[in-house]
């Protein structure tokens, strides 16, 4: 299974921690609600990384986020 981590979730170097950036997003229903986007992106991306039997393959559009990620896995 492949799942693209696109530009609506993103490694905020500032407060070193995965964000939400609803203008990235082309999900009009999660765009209605802003206090709630950033939640609502991450347990998306969480469901979807948890799908794979057999694995998982991941493609960043963000640099900065692969390599959080890239890091995280390492350690």
């Known amino acids: 299974m492949g799942v693209i981590i696109g530009n609506d979730l993103r490694y905020d170097p500032l407060a070193d921690s995965l964000t939400g950036d ?35 393959f991941f ?7 692969e390599d959080f990620f890239r890091n995280r896995m390492e350690s």
């Open 22 to 56: 609803i203008s990235a997003s082309k999900d009009p229903m999660l765009k209605r609600d802003v206090q709630t986007f950033d939640m609502h992106v991450k347990n998306i991306y969480r469901t979807l990384l948890n799908r794979g039997m057999k694995g998982c």
């Open 59 to 65: 493609y960043f559009t963000d640099k900065g986020t």
